[in-house]
């Protein structure tokens, strides 16, 4: 054997030789194109806590849907949103305003020998969710009482009208094995203890996660033999991945969306899930520079809401007449007190006695937020005030209107702002009651009449009523002169146009649901 | 040597000691409440409370730097703000993704930019030369993210040859290799032109050496002369540049991981710092620095070991 010495003028040898090669070009692999059977989607990033008491929301919500039984799901009609029984149930019904019976069918079986979904799993599971991150979602759960080995009735502690939509369809009320979660020491993180599902559920950290079909699942198969979410955090890199056809379907951002209303590629198909999110502009109403309602009435006449979604959103969002979103219960269509009226807002300025106005914006620091700021500075221009645009980090905006956090509410004095929630109006309407003032009423106006129609939307379960109620609680928002109501922005999807795809009104998407079109 | 090994390796671990503090202090300095960033505004106070407790905010400050300085001094980097998963393992997921695309980058651009640089110093002004000058400047001048997108819409959404996400099969060499292609083209492709400039200097300036004028003068052939004299000298500065150009190819590797949306180090802190997941953020950033001081010291050694005149300049 030789024996090997990296010397000084060898290892200069081999650079020069290394040096001097040239350049040996590969020949690439083309890429096909996946099975028939195999759904290619995009996730955001990793899922981090799967259980449903303890996760961030989101792409937990999806693995969720496709694992773990739910007694009911998200329907759509046009668009209207509703709900309906899984079929992990064969009953599911209200039977007082407070009692909800459900039956669960028979023969479900839970993974790893955990044995028969029981209505006990019920049981555990939601009286288990009042003392976690998620428990808010289950105040108005007072037990649930079981009454056989797959019967049993949710038993609330107040009529709660949104129970079925906001708790019941969405990922707070996924219903886990109880042994299973027990013997993982009582809460898990990043895999299921046991699955009730079609899908069983995998994942390589920061590459994907993967459903692959359950084999103990008795229930109706989905279309697709495996479901594959390749994490690709940008929602542009998976623009890109859907038009290079890696991808059967993604999250489309407003810019891309109005480019594709001119070009969209070959074979795709784009749907809108749901608008649950509104932006408005605040104004605090207990600032001395707004205490004066005319003031605040001229600016909402001054701002041209149509030039800020075509300037700063593409024309991508629907325009916004309140809080609530676009097919709920409660949703307006038209404003009440105000439109887009330079002449009558430099009317309402001369009537008020103010002049010389400076106002500051405070927003936070994204391109459609910034554009939204510069087109609302130069309405406001045109009727004596000047405004100052402070744009904001994520950490210092979402504290400014808290009272708990330091002064700056104090001097907190235009600001634009976006909820999302779940598709039932109380989530909108509940951060504007009396109670939130300091927190999460930034407006700073109270009105006991709104609070006395929160509580009664709360318990009403006639749909017309809760219609009046909550357009009489928008109408009494607006009259305080304190809102610019902007825009409801979209969830959309890009998609093969040979896949139907199923998303909640909140975006996430239902993989099971999925099938060919 | 040893001497300057000593003193190489103290002023890296000073450097590493020196980042920690900052990083801290720049956390520190971050506005708003961390757990309202961390956790979102409308976190349940149970949560809150919980994550605070975790992450020792509840602690004054003084305290909690000198539990952050324990933990990197023993090597414990935390846990995930959310899973409670280790943050040294989960590093050790991404980092080798990370490597291999540098290496390969690297790589590349080293088989292609020394030659193309050897050849231009060869025959200064020649045609050859001034192409080679213009490619190497444009390369340089392009930013690696724009060559990524434009790679990726030319070759992946356009013509469909080459993947546009992820990092292949695991397991499967040759798919993962098929997956490199794109993302290690886009971050070495500065490289070619940064080597090339910098092998063209640097053999113009030893081609005009006594010693050079010498060999010629003996009659050695010019092959023997360039290859085996005159570059050999000349790549030292090459290898120093390559150390000291890592921190920028970590960045590179950063956005193309990003746009490639490959698993690594770089997106890996980019994902943590959109989450919030601030334990993540410091062990990754340290561990990145640490890896950017290690090359850089790799770097310097080597060249005290091949030129004996660098080892008494520090």
């Not at chain 1, 350049?23 to 194109?33: C, M, Q």
């Not at chain 1, 909402?300 to 075509?310: F, G, K, P, Y």
Request: with cysteine; charged share 20%.
């Amino acid at each position: 054997m030789n024996n090997y010495k990296l010397s000084r003028r060898g290892f200069l040898a081999s650079g020069v030789a290394l040096g001097a090669l040239g350049l040996a070009a590969g020949r690439p692999t083309p890429v096909f194109a996946q099975q028939d059977s195999v759904l290619r989607l995009r996730l955001d990033g990793d899922n981090k806590i799967l259980d449903p008491g303890y996760m961030i929301g989101g792409t937990e919500v999806e693995a969720q849907k496709q694992c773990l039984p739910f007694l009911a799901q998200y329907t759509r009609d046009g668009d209207t949103f509703g709900w309906e029984p899984t079929y992990y149930v064969t009953k599911l019904e209200q039977r007082t305003p407070t009692e909800i019976d459900f039956e669960l069918t028979e023969g479900l079986v839970w993974s790893n020998g955990y044995g028969p979904l029981k209505a006990s799993d019920v049981k555990y599971s939601y009286e288990r969710m009042k003392g976690t991150d998620w428990g808010g979602y289950f105040d108005a759960l007072d037990h649930v009482e079981v009454t056989g080995d797959r019967t049993g009735t949710i038993v609330l502690n107040k009529p709660f009208a949104p129970f079925f939509m906001v708790t019941l369809c969405h990922g707070p009320g996924a219903i886990l094995c109880e042994k299973a979660v027990e013997d993982a020491g009582g809460k898990f993180t990043t895999s299921f203890p046991a699955v009730c599902g079609p899908y069983t559920y995998d994942s390589v950290p920061g590459q994907n996660a993967t459903f692959t079909l359950n084999p103990e699942w008795t229930g109706p198969k989905p279309a697709y033999d495996k479901v594959v979410l390749n994490v690709i955090s940008e929602v542009k890199a998976a623009e890109l991945a859907f038009e290079a056809g890696e991808i059967d379907c993604t999250e489309l951002g407003s810019d891309t969306l109005a480019r594709y209303a001119t070009q969209q590629p070959e074979g795709s198909e784009i749907t809108t899930a749901g608008e649950l999110q509104y932006m408005w502009m605040g104004m605090n109403t207990e600032h001395p520079k707004l205490q004066n309602k005319t003031v605040r009435q001229a600016i909402q006449h001054a701002i041209d809401v149509d030039s800020i979604l075509a300037g700063a959103f593409s024309g991508t969002s629907a325009k916004s007449h309140g809080i609530v979103c676009p097919g709920l219960i409660g949703h307006r269509d038209a404003n009440k007190s105000y439109s887009y009226d330079p002449a009558k807002a430099q009317q309402l300025m001369a009537e008020s006695g103010e002049s010389g106005l400076t106002l500051s914006l405070r927003t936070l620091n994204t391109q459609e937020r910034m554009l939204t700021a510069q087109i609302i500075q130069a309405n406001l221009a045109v009727i004596g005030i000047t405004v100052e645009i402070l744009p904001l980090d994520s950490g210092p905006f979402w504290e400014m209107g808290m009272e708990s956090a330091g002064d700056t509410w104090k001097d907190l004095q235009l600001w634009t702002m976006r909820f999302a929630g779940t598709p039932d109006p109380y989530e909108a309407a509940q951060w504007f009651v009396s109670s939130q003032v300091g927190i999460w009423n930034w407006e700073r106006w109270t009105d006991p009449e709104y609070d006395r129609l929160y509580d009664e939307g709360l318990a009403e379960t006639d749909p017309a009523k809760r219609d009046e109620i909550y357009i009489r609680m928008q109408d009494i928002m607006e009259e305080t002169g304190a809102y610019v109501w902007i825009n409801h922005e979209p969830e959309v999807y890009i998609h093969d146009a040979d896949i139907e795809i199923s998303a909640a009104p909140s975006g996430e998407l239902d993989y099971r649901r999925f099938k060919p079109a | 040597m040893i001497a300057y090994l000593l003193k190489r390796l103290g002023l890296s671990v000073a450097v590493i000691c020196a980042v920690a503090i900052m990083l801290f202090g720049l956390l520190q300095l971050i506005p708003g409440d961390p757990v309202t960033i961390a956790l979102g505004p409308r976190a349940s106070p149970e949560a809150v409370q919980r994550y605070a407790e975790k992450m020792h905010l509840d602690e004054p400050v003084w305290m909690q730097f000198a539990i952050f300085a324990r933990n990197v001094a023993t090597g414990d980097l935390g846990v995930d703000v959310f899973n409670d998963r280790p943050v040294a393992a989960i590093i050790g997921e991404r980092i080798g993704f990370t490597l291999v695309l540098i290496g390969t980058a690297m790589g590349w651009a080293v088989l292609l930019g020394m030659p193309l640089g050897c050849l231009a110093a060869i025959r200064p002004g020649s045609w050859l030369d001034r192409i080679t000058g213009v490619l190497s400047v444009g390369t340089i001048a392009v930013p690696s993210f724009l060559v990524s997108i434009w790679a990726l819409l030319i070759f992946s959404v356009n013509l469909r040859w080459l993947p546009a996400i992820g990092s292949g099969e695991p397991g499967d060499i040759a798919d993962q290799a098929t997956h490199l292609i794109l993302p290690a083209f886009a971050v070495g492709l500065s490289w070619v032109g940064y080597l090339a400039r910098m092998v063209r200097a640097s053999m113009l300036e030893v081609m005009g050496e006594t010693y050079i004028r010498s060999a010629r003068a003996f009659g050695l052939t010019e092959r023997k002369v360039v290859y085996g004299y005159a570059l050999r000298v000349a790549i030292l500065p090459t290898i120093t540049l390559i150390g000291m150009g890592f921190g920028g190819l970590i960045s590179a590797a950063v956005f193309a991981e990003i746009i490639f949306a490959r698993p690594g180090l770089g997106k890996l802190i980019f994902d943590s710092v959109m989450a919030r997941n601030f334990p993540v953020v410091q062990g990754a950033v340290i561990v990145a620095t640490s890896l950017y001081i290690f090359v850089v010291l790799f770097a310097d050694l080597l060249i005290a070991w091949l030129d004996p005149r660098v080892r008494d300049a520090l």
